[in-house]
């Protein structure tokens, strides 16, 4: 057993399991009637499903909508089983409940290489740690896993509802189950010609509860109706009027609202403050301070009527802060323990093959090359917030979330109650990212609301104090090397790769008595488990720890490491003096989806074609999250302006549920990770960031948008995430471009033309 396989995983695999605990099956996920309730008249046939006397469907997402389509796909998987016309379905948050956790997400989080995916101590592995998820039955919504998880209990819902519908309403027709059939949420016979009477699903739904639970087949692709084609998302009207509440929109009567301060320097504290000094200002101010340990900066609040006067009232309150012992830390002193650690440590191996270092020594040219990326931000565009009451030992939360499981738990202990007295509305979210994984402003409101004397009261974060206080994507530094045979061959390719653990960095905020100093499999994802066929290889990463909170950044690892490794992937194409994308064909013989996906996006380019004078094509190949992206990008340059046209997207993420989606979350990656590429950066000077509102940190504008073509790769397999994989390799195919354009290898993020 190699020592990178989780220990748990391991003892899995090896049938070194607590006896009463391996020998029994996973646990199910398709729940009771019980699970999700009874709703006035409407009847509930499983922890999914509720059918209301109107014929509605009523179906339980477990999952947050933070604009990735949650809503849409995963009601598609039900109404497909059930049979049921996607118009007659309605939403409806989950709640708490072992059999709405994120499985998947636990089991992609094994620090394996993909070719390894089901194969001896893989499947054991992944066995273990998914009998584990769906003990624990943590709800969350991340690592693009929400229709991969979905993909098997949510469809399983719908058809066993199906069954017990079916027998219900043969029985009311006086026929067979076998005669009748389900259509459009009807039950009717088989042959029309016998019996033209239908039943609705309305009309026997109670009937259908004291019908067994049938023993079922979920479909074959074959039959599907509605998963694989283009539906218009269910949330897109509430969005279009301003209907839809976000977590910003909440309002209650008697509603308080809260504005904050923290301290600027990382680790700091605060020393003392003057509230007399706001007592006269508009809106009844109230002033509370914030401890640290809310997985947060130390910091002030200030309550107020409305969010305006408390934010006049909290800027003008006289503070002192204690800066502490970072008050001198710098962007340069990070960069440099990064570098020196690279150095002097032999870091964690996550993947070998063959024999790296011997082949490097025989080889007939080697290449070295240093690239790095910035601290960056996540940027949401609905501000961080929470709304929270604490009232007769009761605390509610309205609160766009992506971890409503781990909010529940950390709020028990927080507020020192029972979780029986805790209720979580989660709101759609205006934006996640991996932003509302953390806990900090959740925690920050419930504490508030402890001190409001019963009223609810809004925390909302200002831009300023959110980009200075959030939770960043690590910076990193990655050294490449690479080795040629006299025939052009890439032979051995070694990387090592420095950053900050953000599995250990959140765990220390989020759940302390998980938090561990282990191998975190996110810091060299995308270096040591890419496809290409190099017959040797040595990945190896550095764990350094600094003051600066780290966290999940859309695609995490793969964010800033397919910028290293696709861009290196280039320079050894060059070297060899091939053509970059004949190269990469040359190094996937054996992975033909991968060969299919680069083929699709570079044939829809026009790879090779005559451009326009001033223009040039990249191109980068990248897997993550299960799923394979190629993208080719169209790049002009204007002095020191990097201008991207045209984008083609190539995508296999497996079976497709609903294309339309794809494409917008395709669209919304690439934008996102253009952002990141031409103009993301977070520094830090005197302890603290540097960057406030958006004129310091710039986003993409949308004369900015290049056009963007998605081209969805036909799949038989089940479905892989969709919501990151897009991000990654825009970066290393735009550098690419910038290259062909101007002779400049640019190895560092963002892309600066010197």
Known sequence: MKRRTFLLAGAGALGVLVVGWGVMPPKSRLGTAAD??????????????????DNTVTIAVPRSEMGQ?????????????????????????SPMGDIYGNVAMLVDSLPMHPDDHGRGVHAGAAWVVGKLARSLGLQVTGGSSSVKDAWGPMRLAGATARGMLLAAGAAKLGMAAADCMIQDGVVRARDVAKSKQTVSFGEIAKDALSRPVPDVQLKSPKDFRLIGKPANRIDAAPKTTGTAAFGIDTRLPGMRYAAIRMCPTFGGALQRVDADAIREMPGNPRVVTLPAALGAQAGVAVIADTWWQAKQAVDKLPVVWDAGRNQTLSTFELQRSLSDALAAQSGFSYHDRGDGEAALKTAAKQLTARYTAPLLAHATLEPMNCTAQFADGTLTLWTPTQVPGLAHLFLGKLMGIESDRIKINVTLLGGGFGRRLELDVIGQAAFIAGQAGGAPVQLIWSRDEDTRHDMYRPMAIADLRAGLSADGQLAVLATKQASESVVYSFSERNMPAFAARTPDKTTDEGLFDRPYEIPNQSHRQVTVESPVPVGFWRSVGHSMNAFFAEGFMDECAHAAGKDPLAFRRDLLRNHPRHLKVLDTAAEKAGWGRKLDEGRALGIALHQSFGSIVAQVAEVSVSGKDIRVHRVWCAVDCGMAVNPNIIAQQVEGSVIFGLTAALWGEVTIRNGAVEQDNFGAYRLARINEAPQVETYIIASSEAPSGIGEPATPPIAPAIANAVFMLTGQRLRSLPLRLS
């Open 36 to 53: 999700l309730g009874n709703l006035g008249e409407s009847i509930a046939l499983n922890g999914w499903i509720r059918i209301a006397p």
């Open 69 to 93: 389509g949650v809503f849409t796909a995963l009601p598609m998987l039900v109404a497909e089983e059930l049979d049921c016309a996607l118009s007659q379905v309605r939403i409806e948050q």
